[in-house]
């Protein structure tokens, strides 16, 4: 028996290795981790999105075509990325964890795939798409609003900015982290 023969018949003879029910458990944990870290950004982006709709309700944005133009962005950025996480969303779901593990992983990859494409790409175009269109609104803010209230929502609005794509910039980090070692 040459030595490739006998490579391939030692490899033949290695037992097949199952995963540990605790490996299972912590799969089926960090998944349902990532479900519920994206169902609480759809409830804050929805709840950011109804009050950007009583606002511009309230407003009568209707009357002011900039207004309304820029209101109606910065709620279709919100709405666009909440239908992003709801079908990633279903996506996880559809993730069966009693299928083949080649079926599963390569689902999981897949996932692991549309949320990096989803974190890279889209979220910076919508959060570009939220405040051009929130700094549009500016001379109409400097119209309508006292000059120390108007300042406020300046400095407010680019403090805001600037928390907020750090607090965006970690979670993605986070959650691409947790879906790595899902991948791996």
Not at 96 to 119: D, M
């Amino acid at each position: 028996m040459s030595d490739f023969e006998q490579l391939k018949s030692n490899w033949k003879e290695q037992p097949i290795q199952k995963p540990s029910e605790a490996n299972f458990e912590a799969l089926k944990g960090s998944i349902k981790r990532v479900a519920k870290k994206q169902r609480l950004t759809n409830v804050i982006l929805l709840t950011t999105a109804g009050v950007l709709v009583i606002f511009f309700f309230y407003i009568g944005a209707m009357d002011f075509k900039n207004v309304a133009l820029a209101l109606g962005a910065m709620i279709a950025a919100l709405v666009v990325r909440v239908l992003v996480e709801f079908f990633s969303q279903a996506h996880l779901k559809n993730l069966s964890t009693t299928s083949s593990i080649q079926n599963f992983k390569g689902k999981l990859e897949t996932y692991y795939k549309n949320r990096i494409w989803v974190h890279a790409v889209l979220t910076p175009i919508l959060l570009a798409i939220y405040s051009y269109a929130f700094w549009t609104l500016l001379p109409d803010f400097k119209a309508s609003l006292s000059k120390g209230f108007y300042t406020y929502v300046v400095w407010s609005s680019l403090v805001l900015l600037v928390f907020f794509s750090f607090f965006i910039y970690f979670q993605i980090k986070k959650e691409l982290k947790e879906l790595k070692e899902l991948k791996d």
